[in-house]
């Protein structure tokens, strides 16, 4: 409950940012740049396609249609950071772009991994039992002390 609580905080502080940061780039000129107006625009589409998928009942931060959206919004973010970036310091955006491209690289070998023992474990079992990688799946009980799954009451007489 607590949770929830402070996700619909942090959602509401995120929304209330954008709507100032819209205001203040509504009052300077800035939303006469099409490129601006025009992240403006996706940034609208995004936040209509996440409305639509909770109309749904389609969970909002796991699935393929939310991380989708995710990345989307992620990608419509960089060129700000670029732009904030470039009017700080040049060596700083290089310096970030060599982090990213290190985290990418890190989790690209971590999904290889990952689907490399899948595919490994799923040729295993499928032939030779002595090439299995991982234990056999053990079917768990309720009660743990048994070694077998028993009835709590026998099943009702006809």
Do not use: C, E
Request: charged share 15%; no cysteine; glycine share 6%.
């Amino acid at each position: 409950m607590m949770v929830r609580k402070v996700l619909t905080a942090a959602g509401a502080l995120v929304a209330g940012f954008h709507v100032w940061l819209f205001v203040s780039q509504l009052g300077d000129g800035r939303l006469a740049d099409v490129s601006v107006l025009a992240r403006w625009g996706v940034a609208a589409g995004l936040g209509v396609a996440l409305w639509y998928l909770r109309r749904q009942n389609v969970p909002l931060f796991w699935g393929r249609k939310a991380v989708a959206i995710w990345l989307l919004a992620a990608v419509l973010h960089g060129p700000s950071l670029t732009d904030r970036l470039a009017a700080v310091d040049t060596s700083a955006s290089a310096d970030v772009v060599a982090v990213m491209l290190q985290v990418t690289a890190g989790a690209a070998w971590l999904t290889l991994l990952v689907l490399a023992a899948v595919t490994l474990r799923r040729r295993a079992s499928a032939s030779d039992p002595w090439l299995r990688l991982a234990a056999p799946h053990v079917r768990l009980s309720i009660y743990r002390l048994s070694s077998t799954p028993v009835a709590p009451r026998p099943p009702p007489a006809r």
